[in-house]
């Protein structure tokens, strides 16, 4: 049944949905797991990936429909929301079908953002546990990255107490790391920005290596990049081998193979490989696996994740990060790219109140009311807004996909705004479904399934938008002209140094661009909305992910560790000490 979204909080919608959740032993039955393939973790439980896997390797994959958005205001448009959604409206026309998303990071939910559930009836439950770590696997990957530091730490330090005798007796090589070159730093999961600059070591010649260092928000972890990519435990343990933690004084890298970590990194994410299992308010299946940064990483759930779902359900649901211009670029170009699995359909998610702010309405600031604009009617703003939407449609067809477009239904849209949507989505070349599923749950996505349903029986014509025998250079105007719709690109002397460099050496060639950019504009620039024109993309440097084997072109300042907010979410969080129930997590 529907809860009333306008009168409940979405926290007490997810605790009266979790009366009737399935018990892992119900999910096994209802799924056709084996026992030992069910890892019971309270209320929920993860997947053996690698028994399930093999399993059903002969088993065809059913349906791989991704969802994506328009460029969002910074209040989000509801992906997420739609992905859960989309699958109750596929369970209520009797499909086999499922979720993967994100898990959640710390730093987001506990500032303005909140929990990453989607919302109203279209909710991923049990919201406590996804909100507040789940299974560990955050845990896993901060213990994985940080005995990294450990490592080199320490090992700075011996070098630095011990001379090349003393170092052998232990059966060490000087690595003559130089401490000006370090590229690791320290993780934890909350958006702490008085750890963004520190200095270690300050002591004696015991307590480490004095020098400056730095911590990331635990989902900007490289960690956690491979998590996402990795095929398998394998795969995941020969990347993790690769990670460059520094560069010696001839500036040579220096991996977690070098500090001999890597092995013991890998165990701490031997059960992180599985997916965890959770559920959509009306009770349909949710893999929540991985939750990289949309920005340097892939922005979306694992490869991993994907690949049993895939094997486990007729329908395959899967979210990539922010817009189509950073998360499907990213899900079309690499992560297809890497697992090879091929998609039917993509969503593309829009809301009245977003195509408003690109056709000219006010700032939209998170924490604040929106302006009168945004909640009355105005045609004309949504019309012009819609060149936003044509444009991520094209790009979208630029990979030989079908597009459906979703307008998440808000209660203050109009009916001739909805038909202005509408009529610029057809125009387009898209599919076009009205879907209430905040309001309704899968009763009110009933079109959206429909929709998809019958997009998946086209005919997909999939292409990468460049082969890996491009060079950096070439594939990174090819994003900026045909995904963002700039005239070129122009690189600093820095920049460009470094992409020729990586260009004339052969152990680059397949790595995967991972551009960076903001998620507000099509542009390099947040404030330019709709669809800018006569700009040049400017790329200011290139960061290297050996492990994840990702080449990060950056186009504007990217913080690895966010601010917390004046006003963050955990002001409004506490706990029932009579019931020990989590309230205000959303």
Not at 227 to 234: G, N, P, W, Y
Request: aromatic letters at 6%; proline letters at 5%.
């Amino acid at each position: 049944m529907a809860y009333d979204a306008t009168k409940l909080k979405d926290f007490e919608i997810a605790e009266l949905a979790e009366r009737e959740m399935p018990t892992p032993d119900e999910w096994r039955e209802k799924l056709g797991l084996q026992k030992d393939e069910v890892i019971q973790y309270g209320r929920i439980a993860k997947l053996d990936f690698m028994k399930i896997i093999d399993r059903l390797k002969d088993k065809p994959d059913g349906k791989y429909i991704n969802v994506t958005a328009i460029t969002p205001t910074p209040l989000g448009e509801g992906k997420t929301t739609t992905t859960m959604g989309l699958v109750e409206g596929l369970g209520k026309r009797g499909k086999s079908c499922g979720a993967a998303i994100r898990q959640p990071s710390g730093g987001p939910t506990m500032n303005v953002k909140g929990t990453a559930a989607g919302g109203g009836n279209a909710l991923a439950i049990p919201m406590t546990e996804f909100s507040l770590g789940l299974t560990g696997d955050l845990n896993d990957i901060m213990n994985a990255h940080n005995l990294g530091m450990v490592a080199l730490t320490a090992r700075m330090q011996h070098e630095r107490n011990y001379d090349d005798a003393e170092l052998a007796k232990r059966n060490l090589r000087r690595l003559d790391i130089d401490p000006t070159k370090v590229e690791f730093g320290w993780i934890i999961d909350f958006c702490a920005q008085a750890l963004r600059n520190i200095i270690i070591g300050i002591g004696g010649k015991m307590d480490g290596y004095m020098m400056q260092s730095r911590f990331g928000i635990a989902v900007s972890s490289e960690i956690m990049a491979i998590l996402a990519v990795a095929k398998d435990l394998k795969d995941m343990r020969e990347r993790i081998g690769k990670i460059i933690v520094a560069y010696d004084k001839k500036g040579n890298p220096v991996t977690t193979a070098d500090l001999e970590v890597d092995g013991a990194m890998t165990a701490f994410m031997r059960n992180a490989i599985n997916p965890t299992l959770m559920s959509t308010a009306e009770y349909q299946p949710v893999l929540v696996h991985a939750g990289p940064f949309a920005n340097i990483a892939i922005g979306q759930s694992s490869i991993i994740a994907d690949r049993i779902a895939l094997k486990m359900f007729d329908y395959n649901v899967t979210e990539s990060g922010f817009a189509a211009d950073i998360g499907f670029e990213k899900f079309w170009n690499v992560k297809c790219r890497f697992s090879g699995l091929t998609p039917n359909v993509s969503v593309l998610t829009a809301t009245i109140r977003a195509l408003k702010m690109h056709g000219g309405g006010p700032k939209v600031v998170a924490g604040r009311p929106l302006p009168e604009e945004y909640v009355k009617e105005n045609v004309g703003l949504v019309e012009k807004g819609c060149e936003n939407l044509a444009h991520h449609i094209r790009t979208l067809k630029k990979a030989g996909i079908n597009p459906v477009v979703c307008i998440n239904a808000f209660h203050t849209d109009t009916k001739d705004e909805i038909a202005a949507v509408r009529k610029a989505a057809e125009a387009a070349g898209a599919r076009c479904a009205l879907s209430e599923h905040w309001a309704k749950g899968g009763d009110g996505a009933l079109e959206l399934a429909d929709a998809v349903i019958d997009a998946c029986n086209d005919k997909v014509n999939f292409k990468f938008l460049y082969p890996l025998e491009l060079p950096l250079r070439q594939r990174v105007e090819l994003i900026a002209k045909e995904v963002y719709g700039a005239d070129g690109v122009s690189w600093t002397p820095e920049a460009e140094a470094k992409a020729k460099m990586f260009e004339s050496n052969p152990e680059y060639k397949d790595f995967a661009t991972m551009m960076v950019k903001t998620h507000l504009s099509l542009s390099h620039d947040p404030t330019l909305k709709g669809v800018p024109k006569g700009w040049v993309l400017p790329v200011r440097d290139v960061l290297i992910f050996a492990g994840a084997k990702f080449l990060c072109p950056m186009t504007g300042t990217i913080s690895l560790m966010p601010g917390t907010s004046s006003d963050p979410a955990y002001r409004r969080i506490d706990v029932d000490t009579e019931t020990g129930k989590v309230m205000g997590l959303f």
